[in-house]
């Protein structure tokens, strides 16, 4: 992030800045705070209630950069802060502990930093899939490394959709391998993946993945050689692609279940940016790290040049041409989480009680149309588009500059 973008953000938070947390009295580092985990944001930091000894204090907090809310009348003033939660007396707040101030080097987004709480939630749940796979690999190189890796990834994707609510229904078939002659045969005729050897993985529909690992290797020019990762981020983008396909299969289940429909009713910004999404949230569990970190792994690695993409342009059943659906889709996808408090948030469009794609099917683009668009985010996210896209759009600017 620029120092521009940092600073909008900063300024952001001071002037409109409330994110979805509790708000009591305003904390600083070391002094009591109401309850352990309670988090509240004060000048544009995030600080979070911990435990020290036999107290409650607040920590030295993070940076946070929130969208900006949409307000008739900006003020500078800061809004009366609805209290739910009593201000804390405490002796010791006379006397405040001798803490330093808080030197936050990092900026988070408020939208991730709740994604992850509501992904931790998910995790704790007791669901087991029962959904069924079976994993091809291809024999010309039956000990690949990559393959394995990749191999890694399904369970713990399979496990967070049913954890999610959306155990896949449709038996999954993936091929894993480098000669796409060899993964042509099992890829359905009528489908994008017949002549998808351009791509790095896919989802094909009636449960069919595939991961092209060539593509990969040309991608980082290793001249047919699986070597190791160069770099975290490499690596996140690597191998966890079979989570996004698989989220793939999720919304491809979710939105045929409903209609005359498939994959392609979602808007391109929450198909792919919600499948990306999905990755970091499994390659973080996989690699015990938070979701935070992962995500800034992500945004490490993907094209950037989304600040001026509005999200309109990203309803196609294709994709946008700098790829924005991908990265910009992201911010948005973890803002409509964020702002529904729900993970299914990612789904749910799908579920539409429209009939098939809506009245006006976009020729064009090949996909819905504004109005269906628009109507469905109304009926499954109660979101008033003209609202809460300058929200989302404002976001986006920050994260892919
Ligand atoms: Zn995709």
Redesign the pocket.
């Given at each position: 992030m620029n120092r521009k973008n940092f600073i909008l953000g900063l300024m952001v938070i001071l002037i409109l800045g409330s994110i979805e947390v509790t708000h009591a009295a305003a904390p600083k580092a070391g002094l009591p705070c109401p309850k352990v985990g309670t988090k509240q944001v004060s000048k544009g930091i995030l600080f979070t209630c911990i435990k020290s000894g036999k107290k409650t204090v607040w920590n030295k907090g993070v940076q946070v950069v929130a969208a900006p809310k949409p307000s008739p009348t900006p003020s500078l003033s800061p809004s009366p802060i609805p209290s739910t939660t009593p201000t804390p007396t405490s002796k010791s707040s006379e006397s405040p502990a001798p803490t330093p101030s808080p030197t936050p080097s990092k900026v988070i987004s408020a939208n991730a930093l709740i994604v992850q709480d509501l992904f931790n939630e998910v995790w704790k749940r007791d669901i087991k899939s029962k959904a069924k796979y079976e994993i091809f690999i291809d024999p010309s190189r039956p000990d690949s490394k990559w393959a394995k890796e990749h191999v890694t990834f399904i369970e713990t994707t399979i496990e967070l959709l049913a954890k999610m609510g959306y155990d896949l229904k449709t038996s999954s078939k993936i091929y894993i391998g480098w000669d796409w002659k060899w993964m042509q045969k099992f890829m359905p005729r009528d489908s994008w993946c017949y002549d998808g050897s351009w791509a790095g993985?896919?989802?094909c529909g009636q449960g069919i993945n595939f991961i092209n690992l060539q593509q990969t290797g040309e991608w980082l020019r290793t001249g047919g050689q699986e070597i190791d990762w160069p770099s975290p981020e490499v690596r996140l983008a690597a191998t966890s692609t079979l989570a996004?396909?698989l989220?793939?299969q999720a919304q491809g289940e979710l939105a045929e279940a409903s209609g005359r429909r498939n994959l392609a009713f979602y808007p391109a910004w929450l198909?792919?940016g919600g499948?990306?999404l999905l990755k970091a949230v499994v390659y973080a569990r996989m690699n015990n790290i938070s979701y935070v970190d992962a995500r800034e792994l992500f945004f490490k690695m993907t094209d950037k040049g989304c600040a001026e993409v509005p999200l309109m342009e990203m309803l196609m059943s294709g994709n946008h041409p700098k790829n924005c659906n991908?990265t910009g889709g992201f911010v948005a996808s973890e803002a409509l989480i964020a702002r529904d408090k729900n993970t299914t948030a990612l789904f749910r469009f799908g579920a539409s009680k429209i009939a098939d794609s809506g009245p006006k099917f976009d020729q064009e683009r090949q996909g819905i149309s504004n109005e269906t668009y628009r109507s469905v985010m109304k009926e499954i996210y109660n979101i008033d588009i003209d609202e809460w896209h300058p929200i989302v759009e404002a976001e986006i600017k920050i994260w892919t500059p």
């Open positions: 993985g896919g989802y996004h396909e989220g793939h198909r792919e499948a990306n991908y």
